[in-house]
């Protein structure tokens, strides 16, 4: 049996899981985030990997930037990308796991 959540807890941490969903809330930023869970990548990778166009990864790259999810490193002409805020890191992990021991979920063989 699950443990009653503390709904003024909660409430007082409403704004930032929200904020937090929101991040996670589009495909492409899921896909991102998941790419970088793994590995630190520049632009160039992450648009291969993740078969997202330039422009909308760029958009999409700025946002989480700007949210803090993400952080940067310069080397040379290239930036890289990784994960910045680690809370992002257990969700990731929690997401796939919740989605991978459903019943549906898609198993490689």
Known sequence: ????????????????????LKSLGNKDRLLILSLLLNEELNVSEIEAKSE????TLSQQLMILRKNNVVTTR???????YSIKDQRFTKILNNIYRFHSDHPTAVTAE
């Not at 997202?52 to 422009?55: A, D, K, R, S």
């Not at 310069?74 to 890289?80: A, D, E, L, N, V």
């Open 74 to 80: 310069r080397s040379g002409k290239q930036i890289f």
């Open 52 to 55: 997202i166009l330039q422009p």
């Open 1 to 20: 049996m699950n443990e009653p959540l503390d709904i003024d807890v909660i409430r007082e941490l409403s704004e930032d899981i929200v904020s937090v």
